[in-house]
């Protein structure tokens, strides 16, 4: 209970601060004076560089190389050359510097990025005849299954987490719960709706956890 | 669910506290601030290795590279190193010099639409339809048929004994019209396949009836032209996309190419390297110098040592030598179409390579009254000296350069004086267009008058100046790389691309101390790329 009322208290905290920094970002100039002479932050005494969102090249790349080469298509083509204007890409005609924020427009399609490659790579993982075509589930089976099948699901996605993020998990370490806990719940509220009692879907359940790893700021940011 | 619920609030408020240390842009409270500021951690050696990989590679790393970091203490500067000799690295660079030269064009128009196709379908009686082509400009279907719009008819052409194009006379929406038929022609873009071309267009001759080339673009309305040999002339409206595309490439080829050769950063400035493909070569030489709304030639490319090349393979490209006027990346196509006056060229080579942008004061220009508003000098008139006392002087190393285009003039034909410019200023008889387009012909005040005849790039030009005319943008970067504005600027370019901040006034040791090596070793961008990824700057992340 005094947890719970913690995390609400933590909850309207962040909202009041966010709304705080809102009321100060409204301010909106159409014809930037100095695109050329980006402004110096403060860094203080320890010289330090801004973590920064992949710019479109590089995430366009970054999912094809976790996914094995999958890229996203949407329309026939490459989304992200499609929507590369929406995405604040530069083509210096009329714009000259990159949108590298991290827009709620730019996390939309990088959703619709992730939703497309993950499906079409967990079709990939289980449909796979041999082990050595598989990218995703590499340490773990598509017949493994929580609880028993703990220990391999948890070396799978210590895997993942350093493919996609780069991110070194020990063995035992509590970071791999939350992605552990939203495999297992996806996969048991995806069969709930679909087919009542039967079996956990783990298919559904990985592919939830490929979508949140490329949605996750650890893997668009760097 | 009420468990779902919880781990949602509790993931909202770590990444509401997360995204505003990292990417909260709005002020910060002074608490916030120093939450923030109390320590910097240093980044640990698999998120540098990622951090360095798409920094320099634009791709993360793959899981054997991870691994293969498992049992070493450090990311091995050799495996960086590695990267910047490879082509993802020349491809990073290549993508970091679009952003400083802004080279797109696909605005312009590179061919003449007097001289763009188009087709209708001819319906013959019990026979298959196809296409007959046509010029689709209002001017050449007047003076070929007497019409604006007037089509061929789809029958075959009929010659006369002189090897002259027969047309039939007649009365088409009450107006008198002499159409002719169709021939079948193999077109310069598909050798293979033969097309109908209406006969008028279709002409081959080099020179007019009034024996004038019909390569000239005075020739576009001339009935007795079309459009030559194979319609190398004329083409179809999505050749000039492709054109335009082409020409970045070979920007894009460039720097591409200098970066795998490990040369100095400078070359890419001054050098001759330029890239080819068939279909470029071949504008060159039988179709750029028909649009004079963008005058590209002469002396872009030696046409005369130009590989001879196939018109249709846009895959194949070569690397060609440029004539000793060219000034690298400078004075290729892409940078004077893309900045086309001689203020707009210099303006952008003072911002991304020098760090100067020309920038009015923060407490704003002065107001003058009218008498200083008359100055026609913008090196001395008041507000305007501000920037332009740098910036005409620095404007003229492109004097030899054509404005609203990027032909070269040539000394030996376009002299600093032109005798004949005076004096058709001075009104003895009309000016010729090229005095008009690149000599002072027209004096608006008497401080004018003394540059009257003389080379636009002259006028109020001072004496000790001149040489800029004469010796090109080459000039400019070897005296920038002798006084260290060019390789200081390139160290802060660089920090500023791969920190992905501006440099503070503090970082200026730092600066120097990287712009030192630089220059020791020889200006090697790559080995500039490592020194900044290889800092502790880039390290500290937050």
Known sequence: MRQRSVMVVGLLISVSMLLGCEREQVMVDPTPAEVSEPEPIDIGDQPYRPRRRMDIEQLDQSIQRVTG???????????????????????????????????????????DASRDVCERLMNQEFDAESEAEKVFLVRASVEDRLPEGQERIEANLRYLLMRFHGRFVAEGSTEVNPWSEMLEQVAAEAVAEDEGDAEPDYRAGWESVCVGLINHPDFFTY | MRDSLERVCWWTFVTCITCM?????????????AACRDEVPRVDKYEFLRAASLDLRGVVPTIEEYEALADLEDVPMEWLEEWTRGEAYA???????RALLWSNVSNLRLLDGDYGLSSFRARPAGEPSFDIYLRNSGGATTAYRGRRGQRCDPVPAIFDAMGQVVCETRLEMGVEVCVEGYVMVTPYWAPEEPIAVCAFDAQTAELSASEIPCAETSRAGDPSCGCGENMKWCSLGARDVDLRKALAEDVDRRVAAHVIADEPYYELLSGRRAFLNGPLQFWWTEQ??????????PGVIDEETAPDMDPTDWDTWEEITLPEHHSGLLTSPVFLLRFQTNRARADRFYDAFLCQPFQPPAAGLPVIDDEQARDPDLQTRAGCNYCHALLEPAAAHWGRWMQQGGGYLDPDVYEDISDECRRCGMGAFSCSSACRQHYLTRTYSPRQEPYLGMLRAYEFLREEHYDNVEMGPAKLVREAVADDR???????????????????????????????????GDFRYRELSLAVVGSETYRRVR
């Not at chain 1, 499609?82 to 996390?107: H, I, K, N, P, W």
């Not at chain 2, 691309?497 to 503070?504: A, D, I, P, S």
């Open chain 2, 91 to 97: 491809a990073r660079v290549v993508r970091r010099h």
């Open chain 2, 288 to 297: 750029a110098q028909h649009y004079d709304n963008l005058p590209l030639t």
């Open chain 2, 21 to 33: 240390c990292v990417f909260g842009s709005g002020p910060a409270t002074a608490q916030q601030d």
């Open chain 1, 69 to 111: 080469g999958i890229e996203w298509r949407s329309g026939g083509r490459n989304g992200f050359s499609r929507f590369a204007s929406m995405l604040g890409v530069a083509e210096y005609v009329e714009r000259t510097v990159e949108d590298r924020s991290v827009s709620v427009l730019f996390l939309k399609f990088l959703n």
């Open chain 2, 486 to 520: 060019f390789p200081q600027c390139s160290v802060r370019r660089t920090a500023e691309w791969l920190f992905g901040r501006g440099l503070r006034d503090d970082e200026a040791p730092w600066v120097s101390e990287v712009s030192a090596e630089f220059y020791g």
